[in-house]
């Protein structure tokens, strides 16, 4: 069971890493958009896709502190 919490613990630390990173990138890029943006319907598209984003983010980091909790609950006598 060790192996198992451990395997998770792993793959949720790379998950998070890899959708912070991409979302970091994808945030730089939404805002330069923004900024250089001529039409006003562009710059309103890249407001919502810039919310998008760090909505993601963050469901990521909530999903990773939940995915802990729940093997936190795993009694230890199933270990």
């Given amino acids: 069971m060790q192996q198992l919490k451990s395997l998770i ?3 949720v630390l ?5 959708i912070g990173s991409i979302g970091a990138l994808a945030f ?4 330069m958009y923004k900024i250089i943006a001529v039409e006003p319907r562009s710059v309103m598209e890249a407001k919502r896709w810039i919310g ?4 993601g983010t ?3 980091e909530i999903a990773g502190t939940l995915t802990h909790a729940l093997i936190a609950t795993i009694p230890s006598s199933a270990h």
Avoid: K, S
């Avoid at 790379?14 to 890899?18: D, N, S």
């Avoid at 730089?28 to 805002?31: D, G, H, T």
């Fill in 28 to 31: 730089l890029v939404a805002f």
């Fill in 52 to 55: 998008r984003i760090v909505f």
């Fill in 14 to 18: 790379l998950a998070q890493g890899l």
């Fill in 58 to 60: 963050i469901g990521v």
């Fill in 9 to 11: 613990d792993n793959w």
